[in-house]
């Protein structure tokens, strides 16, 4: 019902920074939670930072808290994951995904149900 797609991802050194994006198409964009995760070959999916409905709510992982901000901008049918101070532990895929409409506040990647393709961010050393 709603289609995610990721983009800005890219290669970088590590300090730098780079600004992903998701934007959405389908219904409900503003009702839903939304999130960023990522992952790497043979590990799990992991959260990096998830927001509620209208950006009241965030969620950071400690591994990235105080170096990530996750926003959205619900006319525009997007989020953003500013990513700052980039280390080569931050190396992987990362995926936008969302919950159903209206889903509760959440950090668990169970609860969301749609997810992007994808963009790789790999930071050198």
């Known amino acids: 019902q709603v289609q995610l797609a990721e983009s800005g991802g890219g290669l970088v050194q590590a300090g730098g920074s780079l600004r992903l994006s998701c934007t959405a198409s389908?219904?409900?964009?503003?009702?839903?939670?939304m999130g960023w995760f990522r992952q790497v070959p043979e590990r799990e999916r992991d959260v990096v930072a998830t927001?509620?409905?209208?950006?009241?709510?965030?969620y950071y992982a400690d591994s990235v808290k105080g170096r990530f901000t996750i926003s959205r901008d619900n006319p525009k049918d997007t989020i953003y994951l500013q990513m700052n101070t980039l280390k080569p532990e931050d190396t992987a895929v990362y995926y936008c995904a969302a919950t159903s409409p209206w889903g509760v506040f959440s950090t668990v990647a169970s609860d969301f149900g749609s997810w992007g393709r994808g963009t790789q961010v790999t930071v050198s050393s």
């Open positions: 389908g219904n409900a964009f503003g009702s839903r939670a």
């Open positions: 927001i509620n409905w209208d950006g009241s709510r965030t």
